[in-house]
């Protein structure tokens, strides 16, 4: 019986989408629009996270801001098949904070897909991370900006800490926004970061001092966050798809 439970725990996750930020580098794409909704290849952001979200999600927290009440026209209560909650972030403190506010939706899980909702994401990747306890998601890649952290992976294949990057130009690991966590991440106090907003990537690796956090390497995550990301995310889409 307990091994029928542990099944059906795994087969049944809430995932915490992140979409509530305005995406100003995108310019006058989001001038009428919030950044999940700006089309790529014709299709809208959102359209893309839905496609990557594995069949074990069934229930979807939203947490909006920015013309967030076009995302819940778009979406509405249920969309493919899943059930549609929101939490409104009014003032963008950052990452811990939209998922502190989706706290209470969230004492009682086991385990939760935690995700930008404004990149696209492989859907065989994000299972990889729902079949570990814990995971955090990377990319090997140069940093973006100053501001992202190179995070350590040890022997064991588990987060070890983050460091800053040396250059611009050297391969590091970077966070692509994917986590699953548990409720014992609600245990610390979140990391306020330079910007000082709070820091989810900063507050779990605070975590990985107590609990295993297991690193899974993704390899086809397509960051947007200006007209320029748009145009290689379309390049690569065109090219997988050939």
């Known amino acids: 019986m307990r091994r029928v439970i542990t099944l059906l725990i795994f087969l049944y996750m809430k995932a915490i989408i992140m979409a509530a ?28 996270t839905f496609d990557a979200l594995p069949d074990a999600i069934s229930e979807v927290i939203y947490v909006v801001g920015y013309k967030g009440d076009a995302i819940r026209d778009y979406l509405g209560a249920h969309y493919r098949g899943r059930t549609l909650s929101y939490v409104t972030q009014t003032e963008l403190r950052g990452t811990a904070d939209a998922l502190w506010k989706c706290k209470d939706l969230l004492t009682h899980e086991d385990r939760f897909l935690v995700m930008n909702g404004d990149d696209i994401y492989s859907q065989q990747e994000i299972a990889q991370c729902i079949a570990c306890d814990r995971a955090f998601a990377y990319i090997q890649s140069p940093p973006l900006s100053p501001s ?10 588990n987060i070890a800490g983050a460091s800053r990057p040396k250059d611009a130009t050297t391969h590091v690991n970077i966070a692509t926004g994917v986590y699953v966590l548990t409720p014992h991440i609600f ?27 297991r690193g899974v390497e993704m390899k086809h995550w397509h960051s947007i966050n200006s007209p320029e990301d748009i145009a290689k995310a379309e390049e690569r889409l065109r090219i997988s798809r050939s």
Do not use: C, F, W
């Not at 979140?190 to 990985?208: H, K, R």
């Open 21 to 48: 930020g305005r995406g100003s580098r995108l310019k006058e794409l989001t001038h009428n629009r919030p950044k999940a909704l700006v089309p790529v290849l014709s299709r809208p952001v959102i359209e893309y």
């Open 148 to 157: 992202y952290l190179s995070i350590v992976v040890n022997e064991l294949g």
């Open 187 to 213: 245990q610390y106090q979140p990391v306020q970061i330079a910007s000082g907003e709070l820091g989810l990537p900063q507050t779990i690796l605070a975590m990985t001092k107590d609990y295993a956090v």
